[in-house]
């Protein structure tokens, strides 16, 4: 893997990121609140699905 290819990848991940809180802010504030009341467990469990679901895309979509 090239280091331009990674640094696309930052900077997609960072423009994505950045979508809700600036489309909505209020609804994004909303989210980030309810989250920090979850347990570590529920948190855990939401990045564990994150990255199973990114790696799945990656190996169904490389070509």
């Given amino acids: 893997m090239s280091l331009q290819l990674l640094l696309t990848a930052v900077a ?6 950045g979508l809700m809180p600036f489309i909505a802010p209020g609804l994004w504030r ?3 609140r309810k989250l920090t009341q979850m ?6 469990f939401i990045g564990l699905t994150s990255i199973l679901l990114g790696l799945l895309m990656i190996v169904f979509l490389r070509p």
């Avoid at 997609?12 to 990121?17: A, D, H, I, R």
């Avoid at 347990?39 to 855990?44: A, E, F, L, N």
């Fill in 12 to 17: 997609l991940m960072l423009v994505l990121e």
């Fill in 30 to 32: 909303e989210t980030f």
């Fill in 39 to 44: 347990s570590d467990g529920q948190i855990r």
